[in-house]
């Protein structure tokens, strides 16, 4: 069963776009919802993350919105460049230091 | 300050063969998360340790994969007779002490012939 689960696969936007990426979590008891970015050859790097008390949280052009109800979240990128080209994951934890389940990724590509 | 390393970053192995990846944590940091990440899917959990002790092995894919991190530091993963499913890029990540923020290597490739 996939606990956490990551919508679209790709994603084709025009420079100046606003992509968004969807995800889906199954375990109500995930207290940490963080977004990472992944370029090829390298390891994924934090972006922005949230908690379930927080509906949305904003850092740079990068936009999180957190539905508790509907055991949704969402990643808004503002403004896209083409530096944004990369694969997306977000991720989903229990509160303190633990593992975390990763969505297959979104592979978002920023066309000029 | 440095970040994560890994170390070798790309290891080709004859099916059978033993394997070590070694990941080198950010200095202080006190967890470490190891994670296999298929090609095309996202990083899957495999073991993780606080200080020395491992915490959880549940998702190491059998026995042929075991992790040790003896003196809180370093850490290896080593997958003994290796097969082609093996393939994989190997993560490592480290964070501090009751910090969710996880901070990742550039990963080992492993490709399994």
């Known amino acids: 069963q996939q606990q956490v689960k990551q919508s679209p696969q790709s994603l084709i936007v025009q420079k100046g776009g606003i992509p968004i990426i969807n995800c889906a979590y199954e375990?109500?008891?995930?207290?940490?919802f963080p977004w990472y970015q992944q370029f090829p050859g390298k390891g994924p790097a934090l972006l922005i993350a949230?908690?379930?008390?927080?509906s949305e949280k904003k850092e740079g052009r990068f936009t999180i919105s957190f539905n508790k109800s509907a055991k949704q979240f969402s990643l808004h990128i503002m403004d896209s460049q083409p530096g944004d080209s990369a694969t997306y994951f977000c991720?989903?934890?229990?509160?303190?230091?633990?593992?975390?389940?990763f969505g297959k990724g979104t592979r978002l590509s920023v066309i000029a | 300050g440095a970040g994560v390393s890994q170390s070798p970053r790309y290891k080709v192995a004859k099916r059978g063969q033993d394997v070590a990846l070694r990941c080198d944590p950010i200095?202080?940091?006190?967890?470490l998360f190891w994670y296999q990440q298929a090609l095309g899917q996202g990083p899957e959990f495999l073991t993780y340790?606080?200080?020395?002790?491992?915490?959880?092995k549940s998702g190491l894919p059998s026995d042929r994969f075991f992790a040790e991190r003896p003196e809180g530091s370093v850490s290896t993963l080593k997958i003994q007779r290796t097969q082609q499913e093996d393939s994989a890029v190997y993560l490592c990540?480290?964070?501090?002490?009751?910090?969710?923020?996880?901070?990742f290597g550039p990963g080992t490739r492993l490709l399994v012939l």
């Open positions: 990540a480290s964070s501090l002490p009751q910090q969710e923020t996880q901070y």
């Open positions: 375990n109500t008891a995930f207290d940490y």
């Open positions: 949230i908690r379930p008390d927080v």
């Open positions: 991720a989903a934890s229990y509160s303190g230091n633990t593992p975390l389940v």
């Open positions: 200095s202080g940091h006190v967890s």
């Open positions: 340790f606080q200080n020395e002790a491992q915490l959880d």
